[in-house]
């Protein structure tokens, strides 16, 4: 493709280049979360006063009157590098909205001390309001890109300079993963040979156009995803070329280093990415801990009633015993019963061998994934609670005893491990998960590839952050039940 060609191609598509539209979609969304993380804290103080037979103690609909604050929200948000919000780590999000509305809320509260000198509802209300605020600025978040998806509404436009394997996998990631917020709008490559487009995005085989096409449309992103370019020719296309772009950003070939925390130090000159092991530190294992007992004392008390009603349900809907346990692989490779509710009839195990042996195509899929799509052996509550994952609630215990974390790397079984190869051994170095990154991506759908892909992603990006996102997605994927069988 020309030039000239691609001319008409982008105008006839694209008329804004900046973030300021996406900006103004997550400032509107932001202001939605925090009056209703407002109006759910005066909610909960006004329940309050009525259990307590005082119909009077504070004015429900009166936090209506403190969107005055919201500028302050914004202002903190914006600091805290949420906005415009583009190609952030969901872990990254999930911190910045935490902090953020604790600096928030409490200059909420200390100017309210300071000018009333008394802590009353009113001020109780906003300390339930920041409780209540991360988790539904992260929902009004999401609504708004499914809204923004669903409107068709176009990305940011980047050029991707490189049309090999990178750089058209880069492409397929930007066009699948719309949150990101980047909308790939032209190629560039250096090789006469490729075809004119990819996935319907123009290729052009010039990598020296940068600032032509900066001054003709004013794209301001350039992403260079061509690990395989000799050192000279890389420098010499980014001092001539993607310089150009007002923002750029490398795509290194580090497949085998997925860190989002990864940081760039200066050895006297010398630029080098660092990295650590965070699942390797004292304190941040005391706190993954802490946090794995808060969560199930305080989450078991609340549904432990919902539980006794399963283990009910197994009991007469067919003979066995309501708990069925099995060997998993613990934190350094340490053996370990991990508890299910019991899904399947009874002689499971026996019945298995059976079905392997005759039906070849079951043995295949079984061999492949060490699971069955559509298994005989699943009672009709055990089909519910598998999609719904409630039949793994009971290794609530395995985390109680200390063999498992409530977030982690999928729990495996013996015979499993081989499937990770050279990764057997980094997986065993921490504590499986109830649920974790690979469980809310996809569960069953996904293959032993992507599995551990997200299981290694998980190791080193690991932060608080990340495990509260994980278990904020794990409600909708139990609700949707997609992946599951």
């Not at 080098?272 to 993954?288: D, E, P, Y």
């Not at 295949?364 to 298994?375: G, L």
């Not at 996809?442 to 998980?458: C, K, M, N, Q, V």
Request: charged share 20%; net charge positive; with cysteine.
């Amino acid at each position: 493709m020309t030039l000239d060609q691609f001319d008409v191609w982008y105008k006839a598509r694209y008329r804004r280049t900046s973030s300021a539209f996406t900006a103004t979609m997550m400032i509107i969304s932001d202001f939605i979360a925090v009056m209703a993380s407002f109006g759910a804290g005066f909610l909960v103080v006004k329940l309050y006063y009525i259990m307590m037979d005082d119909w009077g103690g504070i004015d429900f609909k009166s936090f209506f009157t403190y969107w005055p604050y919201l500028p302050f929200f914004t202002l903190t948000f914006f600091i805290m590098g949420l906005y415009p919000g583009i190609s952030q780590a969901p872990a990254e999000e999930t911190r910045g909205f935490t902090i953020a509305s604790i600096l928030a809320h409490n200059g909420i509260l200390i100017s309210r001390y300071i000018q009333y000198e008394v802590i009353d509802s009113v001020f109780i209300a906003f300390i339930f309001s920041f409780f209540f605020s991360s988790t539904i600025l992260m929902i009004c978040r999401d609504i708004m890109h499914i809204i923004r998806s669903k409107a068709k509404v176009r990305g940011i436009p980047a050029v991707i300079y490189g049309a090999g394997d990178m750089g058209r996998l880069l492409v397929d990631r930007l066009l699948i993963a719309k949150k990101i917020g980047y909308e790939p709008v032209l190629i560039l490559d250096d090789n006469a040979e490729q075809e004119d487009y990819y996935r319907n995005i123009p290729i052009i085989s010039d990598t020296k156009i940068g600032p032509e096409l900066v001054k003709r449309y004013n794209i301001k992103m350039a992403m260079v995803a061509m690990p395989n370019l000799e050192q000279t020719e890389m420098a010499a296309m980014i001092k001539n070329s993607v310089y150009a772009f007002r923002y750029n950003v490398l795509i290194p070939d580090f497949f085998n280093i997925s860190n989002i925390w990864m940081s760039v130090r200066d050895f006297d000159g010398m630029l080098g990415f660092a990295t650590s092991h965070r699942l390797k530190m004292f304190w941040n294992l005391a706190i993954k801990r802490f946090l794995d007992l808060l969560m199930i004392i305080v989450g078991g008390l609340i549904v432990s009633p919902f539980l006794l009603l399963i283990a009910l349900f197994i009991k007469i809907s067919s003979p066995g015993p309501v708990l069925y346990s099995h060997k998993r692989l613990g934190l350094n490779g340490k053996h370990f019963n991990a508890y299910k509710f019991r899904t399947m009839v009874k002689d499971a195990d026996k019945k298995l061998k059976e079905l392997l042996e005759s039906d070849p195509e079951v043995k295949k899929e079984w061999e492949e994934s060490y699971k069955i799509k559509n298994d005989p052996r699943v009672t009709k509550i055990g089909k519910f609670l598998r999609k719904t994952s409630l039949d793994e609630f009971p290794q609530l215990l395995n985390i109680l005893k200390g063999e498992m974390s409530l977030v982690g790397p999928r729990p495996v079984i013996p015979e499993e491990i081989e499937m990770y190869r050279e990764n057997a051994m980094r997986i065993l170095t921490v504590k499986p998960g109830l649920t974790g990154l690979w469980q809310v991506s996809g569960r069953s759908d996904t293959d032993y590839g992507e599995r551990i892909s997200y299981d290694l992603y998980y190791l080193q990006s690991w932060s608080v952050w990340l495990d509260l996102w994980i278990i904020y997605r794990t409600p909708r994927v139990i609700f949707w039940g997609k992946g599951a069988y």
